[in-house]
């Protein structure tokens, strides 16, 4: 399925995403909700550390992807709630020597947003992606 990762002169490139993804043939679109650190029983999983609550959060989403048919390479958004922006950025985003799933080549668009609380007071980070497959 034809992308068009696109980076408008004007406006300032990121390293961490991309500005424009567009997709121009039929296609499948993916909303997978929010995703937070936690175990089968939906219990909080490592507490106070952000780095292995991302790594918790994309094992799962990977699952959610590989369920539908899908792979992060399907991903065209994320939107990532974090109660430390800056942890998040220095420990997980900016570490060249984390994996994170997706391209650093061609990251998806995405979105960070820094908030004071998430569904439960143990929970550091939530992701949620949408993906767009064949038709």
Known sequence: MPK???NPAGVPRSPYFTRILSI???SKLIYI???????????????????????AILDALTVQLKAVGASWDDVVFRRVY????SAYVERCLRDETFPIPWSRD??????????T??????????????AVTAD
């Open 24 to 26: 121009t043939k039929p």
């Open 106 to 115: 061609r990251p998806s668009p995405s979105t960070l947003i820094g908030v």
């Open 33 to 55: 909700a929010g995703q937070v650190p936690t175990d089968e029983n939906s219990r909080p999983i490592h507490v106070g550390d952000i780095r292995a609550q991302f790594r």
């Open 117 to 130: 609380a998430l569904a439960n007071p143990d929970f550091l980070i939530e992701l949620e992606i949408a």
């Open 4 to 6: 068009e990762y696109i």
């Open 82 to 85: 974090a109660i430390d922006v």
